[in-house]
């Protein structure tokens, strides 16, 4: 229903930024709560950014909180990330998912999603020190 494609990973010193992108195709005209997620080797997956579709609501990871933002395009066809301050434990590959809601908060997006239906292939994000 949902098609998501990622782009933007790379490696990159600490402090340094990246951006990345997830372009949405399919059944985009619903609203969604949208979220980023990483895993790094030996650890379990981690939610990262989330935001909502209806009024583009945001929420954060305390790890990344201040340093990542969240953001949509105005036709809500892509979300990003931009990432910024990048430390070395910011290393992992990164996912963008989609779940159909009617949900207004983020933060109800994070707390209250279960099964994220839809997901992109990963982005690998690396950073050197």
């Known amino acids: 229903q949902v098609h998501l494609v990622e782009s933007g990973g790379g490696s990159v010193q600490a402090g340094g930024s990246l951006r990345l992108s997830c372009v949405a195709s399919?059944?985009?005209?619903?609203?969604?709560?949208m979220g980023w997620f990483r895993q790094a080797p030996g650890k379990e997956r981690e939610g990262v950014a989330f935001?909502?579709?209806?009024?583009?609501?945001?929420y954060y990871a305390d790890s990344v909180k201040g340093r990542f933002t969240i953001s949509q395009d105005n036709a809500k066809k892509s979300l990003f990330l931009l990432m910024n301050s990048l430390k070395p434990e910011d290393t992992a590959m990164y996912y963008c998912?989609?779940?159909?809601?009617?949900?207004?908060?983020?933060?109800?997006?994070?707390?209250?999603?279960?099964?994220?239906?839809?997901w992109g292939q990963g982005t690998q994000v690396t950073v050197s020190s």
């Open positions: 935001l909502s579709t209806l009024g583009g609501d945001t």
């Open positions: 998912a989609a779940e159909p809601s009617t949900w207004v908060s983020a933060t109800v997006c994070y707390h209250g999603t279960r099964e994220w239906d839809y």
């Open positions: 399919g059944h985009t005209d619903r609203s969604y709560c």
